[in-house]
């Protein structure tokens, strides 16, 4: 209680000092003591909260104003947007084949090497197989005599027809057939022994050299061994992506693509989507699509890794903002507008995105002025000073 009338006294008797204070200045006067001797230590600490208060007046009086945050605003336009998905994918060739021997034999000849370019129909390879050509003498000397044969039997049962019945004439005929049919299979072995070319392309495998012992290609175990060389034709190229479930249902014949690869930097392919499974693979609920790119100039190579930027779909007269004016926080999406000179946090809801614009389906109208530059300096409610962006 005495603490509290202390600062009472104090407090009055500061504004009896500073009334005093003021009218002796005024008479030009020498200042008096306001309080008895006893009362010093009292008058003392109420010139200190005197002094103390003024102080504190004088800072409110003085504190300088917060400028306004310069910041530049677009306003939302409305558009067209195109919403793109990108994917990896792998370059393969057009037709691919590895060549094998489909009969047992030497390797005679090889007439092409790693990077030729043939033709269809040209003869790549040649397979010495002499036993093959001894069985074809033999079937060609059994195919003739069967002939002969028949033809003999024939004559026969025309000028006797009683001493030649016609069971003797049937087998003689079908013998013939068997001996020639046996020919037949013999020559179209021996055509094997000619390798030649299933569709015009590049060379880009070669598995033996000439002298080397190939097996014939009958059986899964012997086809690695038996293969001789391999044909790429990849003037048209295939793209294999696999894309992800949730963006399958998009996915339609003849959509536009981009296609990019790390080893050609600066150089877009275009191309459509050709073909695509419709059903997902089980284990990566990814669907199979392919993409056919021309390249005349043999610039893609099978085996690269390609960058494929496929439009899945677009939306006229869709109301844009720049990407660079959202705010992420989270899961939401907010930008600032500036109404009444200050910097308001507005939330919305977007749609489409092609990295560059962002479509605003709900939360600002086109009338509204949004900040784009200077965002990161403001913060909601702030005043701030804005110039239209150009």
């Known amino acids: 209680m005495r603490k509290k009338a202390l600062h009472k006294r104090c407090r009055a008797s500061a504004s009896l000092a500073l009334l005093e204070f003021g009218r002796r200045s005024a008479c030009q006067t ?68 590895t060549l094998y021997a489909k009969v047992a034999g030497y390797l005679k000849t090889i007439n092409v090497d790693k990077g030729d370019t043939v033709k269809e129909g040209d003869t790549l390879a040649e397979i010495e ?19 002969i044969d028949y033809k003999r039997v ?12 016609p069971q003797t004439v049937d087998a003689a005929r079908a013998k013939s057939g068997v001996a020639v049919a046996g020919l037949q299979r013999i020559e179209t072995l021996l055509s094997y022994a000619k390798i030649t070319a299933p569709f015009s392309g590049v060379i880009t495998k070669r598995w033996v050299d000439p002298g080397a012992l190939i097996p014939a290609a009958t059986s899964s175990s012997a086809a690695k061994s038996a293969a001789v060389l391999t044909l790429m034709d990849f003037t048209t190229v295939r793209i294999d992506v696999a894309v992800p479930d949730t963006e399958a249902p998009f996915v339609k014949k003849d959509l536009p693509v981009k296609v990019t690869v790390d080893e050609l930097p600066g150089r877009t392919f275009q191309g459509a989507i050709t073909r695509f499974s419709y059903a997902l693979d089980e284990s ?38 720049p990407a660079e004016a959202l705010v992420t926080e989270k899961d939401k999406m907010s930008v600032f507008v500036v109404r009444d000179r200050k910097a308001v946090k507005v939330p919305v809801v977007t749609g489409f995105d092609d ?14 002025a949004i900040i784009v530059a200077g965002k990161q300096s403001v913060t909601d409610g702030q005043k701030v000073q804005a110039t239209e962006s150009k």
């Open 284 to 321: 990566t609920k990814t669907m199979a699509t392919e993409i056919e790119i021309s390249n005349s100039d043999l610039a893609l190579r099978p085996g690269m890794w390609a960058s494929v930027e496929i439009e899945l779909q677009k939306k006229e007269n869709a109301l844009l903002v």
């Open 129 to 147: 197989a002499p036993e093959m050509e001894a069985d074809l003498v033999k079937a060609r000397a059994e195919a003739e005599a069967a002939q």
């Open 30 to 97: 020498n200042l008096r003591p306001l309080c008895p001797l006893r009362d010093w230590p009292e008058v003392t600490l109420c010139w200190c909260l005197l002094a103390s208060a003024v102080l504190q007046t004088g800072c409110e009086w003085f504190r300088p104003q917060t400028p306004a945050t310069p910041v530049q605003t677009i306003h939302p336009k409305r558009s067209e947007i195109v919403r793109r998905v990108t994917l990896p994918g792998n370059v393969m060739a057009y037709q691919e084949a």
């Open 355 to 368: 990295g560059a614009s962002v479509e605003i389906l709900k939360g600002c109208g086109p009338t509204e």
């Open 154 to 165: 024939t004559e026969a049962q025309k000028k006797a027809s009683d001493l030649v019945v």
